[in-house]
T-cell receptor, first 115, second 112 residues
Framework: DAGVIQSPRHEVTEMGQEVTLRCKPI?????LFWYRQTMMRGLELLIY????????DSGMPEDRFSAKMPNASFSTLKIQPSEPRDSAVYFC?????????????FGNGTRLTVT | AQSVTQLDSQVPVFEEAPVELRCNYS??????LFWYVQYPNQGLQLLLK??????LVKGINGFEAEFNKSQTSFHLRKPSVHISDTAEYFC??????????FGSGTKLNVKP
């Protein structure tokens, strides 16, 4: 089991640029979550998907943020245009909601720095 | 809605001493409870979970937690900590495994 895989691990970009973060959930998991972690706000849920369908995106801060899950093995979180206040660590997590209640399994995160 | 409070942002402790990290939650319905650990530059890893049954839950690395419904608490304990336990610990609740609500975290600093 390779776990949840996120790329890139680090991203440094200039304000105004488009940023795309990628996530590969654990094979067989059917729920996927995007979180943002900052010192000030802690862990915030941005959006989650069940069976590739966005269920709740109420945590997405602004229209500059968008997330997609085109298939069960891939998801992206895009920020366009990026701003310095978007600097944070972004985590992807997955779980298996079929049958047994499954906790979250996190990736190692993408540290985003917007200058 | 559910919320989680971790009153201690930092807990310093000497190696081999016992430790308790506090977690209180608020919810009008039954919830499931979790503790996660985060090591530097890594994602969160599950330590233990309470779903139902015995209120004392044992997890990995010698940690355990006790669910107290009357006090709405789920404190994490370890009888003897190691340097390697230095990390940040997060308490979380979920009503239906859709949304997970995390506390603000407690940084455990184990000193030699």
């Amino acid at each position: 089991d390779a776990g949840v895989i996120q790329s890139p691990r680090h991203e440094v970009t200039e304000m105004g640029q488009e940023v795309t973060l990628r996530c590969k959930p654990i094979s067989g998991h059917n729920s996927l979550f995007w979180y943002r972690q900052t010192m000030m706000r802690g862990l915030e849920l941005l959006i989650y998907f069940n069976n590739n369908v966005p269920i709740d995106d109420s945590g997405m801060p602004e229209d500059r943020f968008s997330a997609k899950m085109p298939n069960a093995s891939f998801s992206t979180l895009k920020i366009q245009p990026s701003e310095p206040r978007d600097s944070a660590v972004y985590f992807c997590a997955s779980s298996n909601r079929r049958g047994n209640n499954s906790p979250l399994h996190f990736g190692n995160g993408t540290r985003l720095t917007v200058t | 809605a559910q919320s989680v409070t971790q009153l201690d942002s930092q807990v310093p402790v000497f190696e081999e001493a016992p430790v308790e990290l506090r977690c209180n939650y608020s919810s009008s319905v039954s919830v499931y409870l979790f503790w996660y650990v985060q090591y530097p530059n890594q994602g969160l890893q599950l330590l233990l979970k309470y779903l139902s049954g015995s209120t004392l839950v044992k997890g990995i690395n010698g940690f355990e937690a006790e669910f107290n419904k009357s006090q709405t608490s789920f404190h994490l304990r370890k009888p003897s900590v190691h340097i390697s336990d230095t990390a940040e610990y997060f308490c979380a609740v979920s009503r239906n495994f859709n949304k997970f609500y995390f506390g603000s975290g407690t940084k455990l600093n184990v000193k030699p």
